[in-house]
């Protein structure tokens, strides 16, 4: 039986910047398929306004986890997204963008993930904005990909849709709580994993699913 991993997320969500060498290692060295579910955590209802305490706690947040996973937080971060009162929290264009790869090259949705973290993290661009991720999108050659996330299409929006609410259901059903979840569909069945250790051992998770 193929293992499958749903990796339950947000790109917006620092903790699963912080997860991302671990899923990576997965990814790259063992056959077990990722399916990664964007889970809306961060938009429509839940987006909010940047504002002096909430970019205080997210920069607190961002240093621990840079301290436990070596991920880099950058002051172009800091200074341009952080401190920037014009910019929503809001995750909706850059889940839309990532769902328009994965509707084109879905093999490539975890490379335009890692894409656009690194554009908000390190080079402090704001990701919630179309034109940055078009841009992101083109450079990494996943024209029809920009195309169909500027279309806006009634088929997008429906696709969007159905991936949180599939989220949220196994969110529910495995009384999981916040991003990153991941839940392993392995022989055994179905199970979720505790992801602690992936921050201090990016090679943890791929123990739990081969071991």
């Known amino acids: ?3 499958t991993l ?4 947000d790109p917006l969500c620092g903790w699963c910047y912080g997860a991302t060498p671990a899923v990576t290692y997965l990814r790259n060295t063992t056959n077990v398929v990722v399916q990664p579910l964007p ?3 961060f938009s429509g209802d839940g987006a909010s306004v940047m504002d002096d305490d909430f970019a205080a706690y997210a920069w607190s947040n961002d ?15 800091r200074a341009n997204v952080l401190a920037n009162r014009q910019q929503l929290f809001d995750s909706g264009n850059a889940t839309a963008a990532l769902t328009a790869v994965a509707l084109t090259e879905r ?3 975890l490379e335009a993930l890692s894409a656009i973290q690194k554009a908000r993290y390190v080079d402090g661009l704001d990701v919630t904005s179309q034109a940055t991720l078009v841009g992101i999108l083109q450079l990494l050659e996943l024209e029809e ?6 279309s806006s299409s009634e088929a997008l929006h429906a696709h969007i849709q159905a991936r949180a609410s599939h989220a949220q259901a196994l969110m529910q059903a495995h009384g999981a709580r916040g991003v990153p979840t991941f839940i392993a569909e392995t022989e055994g069945g179905i199970q979720l994993l505790q992801n602690s250790a992936i921050y201090h051992d990016p090679q943890a998770l791929s123990r739990m699913l081969t071991d």
């Not at 990909?145 to 500027?150: G, H, I, T």
Request: proline fraction near 3%; charge should be positive.
């Open 107 to 109: 093999e490539r949705e």
């Open 1 to 3: 039986m193929t293992r």
């Open 63 to 77: 240093q621990r986890i840079q301290s436990m996973t070596g991920q880099p937080f950058t002051e172009k971060y």
């Open 6 to 9: 749903y990796y339950l997320f």
């Open 39 to 41: 889970t809306g955590l």
């Open 145 to 150: 990909a920009a195309s169909l996330f500027v």
